[in-house]
T-cell receptor
Framework: GENVEQHPSTLSVQEGDSAVIKCTYS??????FPWYKQELGKRPQLIIDIRSNVGEKKDQRIAVTLNKTAKHFSLHITETQPEDSAVYFC??????????????FGKGTKLSVKP | DVKVTQSSRYLVKRTGEKVFLECVQD?????MFWYRQDPGLGLRLIYF???????EKGDIPEGYSVSREKKERFSLILESASTNQTSMYLC????????????FGEGSRLTVL
């Protein structure tokens, strides 16, 4: 099955700097790669996703890039703000278990943005 | 707004007890999932279901079972709770296949003494 590695496990940046979180996946059949943000004490929520037919996607200050050949994808946050502080999880689709499949998550990155 | 509700936010159980964690979603989603969240280990999939009475094992199914008798409800069962099952349990659901947004519940924090 799919395996997702995420780095770094913790990341501390100054407000206004950029932050980059990287993930690698093992199954070349995976075709969907979402990123979830979990603020302290809250549920994970989808912030951006990318499909395998696209190399890059942007949404305001966040962007995701995908390199299918190398089987890695990254989350980029520009002009970080204190409210970006959270745990970020990458995930990759796993098509086991019927046509619906499921998501395999990375171990998470705790991002701290210092004012 | 999609709502995924987990019936218990905090539970304390004793070793060997049977534990039920209930999850209900109100958006007629086909797919439902149970994840376990531990510090440094991320979200690990226990079981998932893509239809009523259907279930599939995730990565860590040992010690757990599930039940999906109705489309909106997905239950996680610990037949005989053990201390290593102390964790945060997250239920999630999504419509259609997995390439859509997962909606998570608030989580159930289980402590097994």
């Amino acid at each position: 099955g799919e395996n997702v590695e995420q780095h770094p496990s913790t990341l501390s940046v100054q407000e206004g700097d950029s932050a980059v979180i990287k993930c690698t996946y093992s199954d070349s059949a995976s075709n969907y790669f979402p990123w979830y943000k979990q603020e302290l004490g809250k549920r994970p929520q989808l912030i951006i996703d990318i499909r395998s037919n696209v190399g890059e996607k942007k949404d305001q200050r966040i962007a995701v890039t995908l390199n299918k050949t190398a089987k890695h994808f990254s989350l980029h946050i520009t002009e970080t703000q204190p409210e970006d502080s959270a745990v970020y999880f990458c995930a990759a689709s796993d098509l086991r278990g019927g046509s619906q499949g499921n998501l395999i998550f990375g171990k998470g990155t705790k991002l701290s943005v210092k004012p | 707004d999609v709502k995924v509700t987990q019936s218990s936010r905090y539970l304390v159980k004793r070793t060997g007890e049977k534990v039920f964690l209930e999850c209900v979603q109100d958006m007629d989603h086909e797919n439902m999932f149970w994840y376990r969240q531990d510090p440094g280990l991320g979200l690990r999939l226990i079981y998932f279901s893509y239809d009523v009475k259907m279930k599939e094992k995730g990565d860590i199914p040992e010690g757990y079972s599930v039940s999906r008798e109705k489309k909106e409800r997905f239950s996680l069962i610990l037949e005989s709770a053990s201390t290593n099952q102390t964790s945060m349990y997250l239920c999630a659901s999504c419509i259609g296949d997995v390439t859509g947004e997962l909606f998570f519940g608030e989580g159930s924090r289980l402590t097994v003494l």
